[in-house]
Each structure stands twice: as C-alpha cells, then as structure tokens.
T-cell receptor
Framework: AQSVTQLGSHVSVSEGALVLLRCNYSSSVPPYLFWYVQYPNQGLQLLLKYTSAATLVKGINGFEAEFKKSETSFHLTKPSAHMSDAAEYFCAVLNSGGYQKVTFGTGTKLQVIP | DTEVTQTPKHLVMGMTNKKSLKCEQHMGHRAMYWYKQKAKKPPELMFVYSYEKLSINESVPSRFSPECPNSSLLNLHLHALQPEDSALYLC?????????????FGEGSRLTVL
C-alpha cells in the first residue's frame, strides 16, 4: 500500500517567513497526493491536490506544493507565514489499488511566532 | 452546497449505552467514509461505503456498526464502547467515480466514553 511520511512533527516559523512542510511518498506508480489543514476542534480542509496534470500545484491561502518524482517528494510551501496559518497540516495519498482508500501522514503542527 | 454535516458535535456516553453518529452530504458523492482521530494523531480509516455498499472495513471492532441508508446519509452505531474509543469521529465524502477526487470532511463528532 502507498504511504506518505511527514518529516518534522512540529515546525516553528516567524510571521512573514517562509513556510516549508515536508512530505515524501512511497509509490512505484504516480500517486494522487493531497495536503489538508486542520484547525483545532475542526474537520480537515483541502489545501491542494496533485493529480499529475502539473508538477507545481497552487492551493488556497497562498500555499503551493511541487511534485518531484526524482525525490519522491511533495513539500508544501508558502512564501510568507501569517498568524492564521497556525494549524496541523496533513499530507495524504490516494491508494491506487483500492482507489477509494485515502491514507494520511502523521501530521506537522505549524507554529507561527509573532 | 459543499458541506458535510455531522451530528451531534459532542457526545458523552457510558459503556453500556447505545448511540449513533450521523453524517449527511448533498453533493451527490457516492463514496462516504468514517475516520477516527485521537488527539495529536492523524485520522485513521474505519469504513468506506461506495454506492451504499460497504467496500472497506479496516478491521474495526463490532461495537462500531456502520450503516448507509441512502446515498446522502451515513450512520455509525455505537454499542458497548470502551473509554479508549473516545476520539473525534470524522465523516467524509468524495465523488467515488474519479480517482483524483479529494475528500470533503465534516466538522466531526467528539465522543467521550465514560
């Protein structure tokens, strides 16, 4: 089964600094990948998704991610962090075998320091 | 309408009680999911319904009983739960017809088992 690994359970950045959250996937075939955000006591909201149409994917709230097959990575970035970006971020993969199964990484908690 | 609605938002029950969690979507999605999320952990897949039929059961204990009465509704019946079942239960839906479809999540039902 395909899986994703998120490096860093906690990331702290200063307000206005670059945000970089890391996600690596394990798959021998092109995967379908997603980034979700979860604010406290809420459900998950889709930030962006990779579906092989383009390697650089732009999402909501100024986030984007680049699919790099050579590095098996799909890192999430934002040029300038806002206080409102503080949340938990999950990378997820849609398993191509049983195509309905969506599996999540362990998550990265983003702290934004004023 | 891009909402997935879950009720109740909070539920406290004893180990001998019988209760149900409900989920509703009107996006025409044909795949519906139950996830369980413990504090500071990623969502863990429990069940998937596709076209109102149970297609994935991730070896969930029988004290959790899912039901999909129609394409818009998904229930999770709870009976004889244990304190360790306390968690946030998330419902999600996706198109079910396209491999690239993302999950749409509800806000979750926070369950406490005493």
């Amino acid at each position: 089964a395909q899986s994703v690994t998120q490096l860093g359970s906690h990331v702290s950045v200063s307000e206005g600094a670059l945000v970089l959250l890391r996600c690596n996937y394990s798959s021998s075939v092109p995967p379908y990948l997603f980034w979700y955000v979860q604010y406290p006591n809420q459900g998950l909201q889709l930030l962006l998704k990779y579906t092989s149409a383009a390697t650089l994917v732009k999402g909501i709230n100024g986030f984007e991610a680049e699919f790099k097959k050579s590095e098996t990575s799909f890192h999430l970035t934002k040029p300038s962090a806002h206080m409102s970006d503080a949340a938990e971020y999950f990378c997820a993969v849609l398993n191509s075998g049983g195509y309905q199964k969506v599996t999540f990484g362990t998550g990265t908690k983003l702290q934004v320091i004023p | 309408d891009t909402e997935v609605t879950q009720t109740p938002k909070h539920l406290v029950m004893g180990m001998t009680n019988k209760k149900s969690l409900k989920c509703e979507q009107h996006m025409g999605h044909r795949a519906m999911y139950w996830y369980k999320q413990k504090a500071k952990k990623p969502p863990e897949l429990m069940f998937v319904y596709s076209y109102e039929k149970l297609s994935i059961n991730e070896s969930v204990p029988s004290r959790f009983s899912p039901e999909c009465p129609n394409s818009s509704l998904l229930n999770l019946h709870l009976h004889a739960l244990q304190p360790e079942d306390s968690a946030l239960y998330l419902c999600a839906s996706r198109t079910g017809t396209a491999n690239t479809g993302e999950l749409f999540f509800g806000e979750g039902s926070r369950l406490t088992v005493l």
